[in-house]
Structure formats: structure tokens, C-alpha cells
């Protein structure tokens, strides 16, 4: 079996939040909504649209949480037209990402993100030739749910002992495990140790070089 190590996106290999909660409140604001708290914004990263919108207006009808996902997509669009659509890497992703490249993993990613949004983000860091398999919202369901994760593997010929998640939220986590892989959190992006512990990670990293030394065992 091929050994395949999949990423989550924002919050993981970039530092998308201040896009997020612009994207966010003007959506809101269009909708003559009250914009919702960053910290709030920042707990629903990693769901797909209408599970996020869902999650902040439990009380809303689905019409609405449907409407909102689509305005914030809109509002994306328009951010990146303006040329204030920021996603840096974070310290040591590019490096971590040569190092498994060069030990002979396959990469992939699954992500909350559109399969547009996902594009711009990796031709944006010239990554996208790094990864064998993209999975995202546009054809799966929302995290946890193991769709993401099953299909990376058919991609890959890959298997679940084979296999890693690296994420930075509960909801990683809790795909990696019903996936039956390998669950390992960060703590750079939006959710801390303790939730990603109590998600069903099997491992914490603090940096992605840390990853180098956790990935030792499956060689």
C-alpha cells in the first residue's frame, strides 16, 4: 500500500482567518444579519457552507443557511477581485511538504473549501502539482463525515494503516477516525490540544517539522 498524507487546508497549511471573517460578515451584512463574532467565525472553519451557517444560526430556517453559503461565496469572489485575499503558508508547511515529498509519501488534501477556492489557494503557493488527490466540499459531504478521506485513498492506493490526517480541527479528527487512519492535530489553526485530544487525535503537533519526526513510524 502506498503511504498517503492528507492535509486539511485553512487553519492548516494556510492562514486564510482574516479572509474568513471579512467573507463572513459581509455575507451577514447582506443579509441584514448582525455580524457574527470572530471567535464564533472562527469555530465553524472546516465545515462545509450550509453545516457552518448551520451551526451559527441553529434557529434559522435551511432557506436561509442555503442563501448565506451562497452569498459568502460571492463574498470570496469579490475579496479576490479586490486583490485582498490573503492565504500565507504557515512556517514550515512549504518544508514539511518537501520532506514527505522526498520520503516518498503521496499528498493529498480535504477540505472545507471549494474545489475553486482550493485551486486559487494552491496555484497561489505553486503546490498544486505536490498533491496526488483534492477533495473538497463541491463533491462530499461536510466533515466528519469519512467521504473526503475514502476517496484520497482510492485515489492514492492507499489504505487506512497507510494513511494520515492532518488537520486543525475537532471536525479532522473525527473524520480521520471514522476513516480508520491515522489522526494528527495541530495547534496552529482554530481548535486547541484539548479538542483536538478529545476529537480522537492520535497525535499533536505544535509545528509541521514536528510532523517529520511523528511520520517516522510508518516508514
Not at 500565507?88 to 520532506?99: F, H, K, N, V
Not at 463541491?138 to 492507499?158: N, V, W
Request: charged share 25%; glycine share 8%.
Amino acid at each position: 500500500m502506498n503511504r498517503l498524507a492528507i492535509f486539511d487546508c485553512d487553519g492548516t497549511l494556510v492562514d486564510s482567518q482574516a479572509n474568513i471573517c471579512l467573507a463572513m460578515e459581509d455575507c451577514f451584512a447582506r443579509a441584514g444579519l448582525d455580524a457574527p463574532p470572530r471567535d464564533r467565525t472562527r469555530r465553524v472553519v472546516g465545515l462545509s457552507l450550509v453545516e457552518a451557517m448551520q451551526a451559527m444560526l441553529p434557529e434559522a430556517e435551511p432557506h436561509i443557511h442555503v442563501g448565506l453559503a451562497e452569498d459568502y461565496k460571492l463574498a470570496f469572489r469579490r475579496l479576490r477581485g479586490r486583490g485582498l485575499v490573503e492565504e500565507p503558508l504557515y512556517d514550515g508547511i512549504a518544508e514539511l511538504i518537501d520532506t514527505l515529498d522526498r520520503d516518498g509519501w503521496l499528498l493529498g488534501v480535504a477540505t472545507g473549501k471549494s474545489d475553486r477556492g482550493l485551486r486559487h489557494c494552491l496555484d497561489r503557493h505553486r503546490l498544486r502539482p505536490s498533491f496526488v488527490t483534492l477533495q473538497t466540499a463541491d463533491r462530499h459531504p461536510s466533515k466528519p463525515h469519512p467521504s473526503m478521506i475514502e476517496e484520497a485513498m482510492a485515489d492514492a492506493g492507499a489504505g487506512p494503516e497507510t494513511t494520515l490526517m492532518i488537520g486543525d480541527t475537532s471536525f479532522d479528527m473525527a473524520m480521520a477516525r471514522a476513516a480508520g487512519v491515522t489522526a494528527i492535530g495541530v495547534t496552529w489553526g482554530y481548535h486547541d490540544r484539548h479538542e483536538l485530544l478529545e476529537a480522537g487525535a492520535h497525535h499533536i503537533a505544535a509545528h509541521p517539522l514536528e510532523i517529520v519526526d511523528l511520520v517516522k513510524a510508518f516508514a
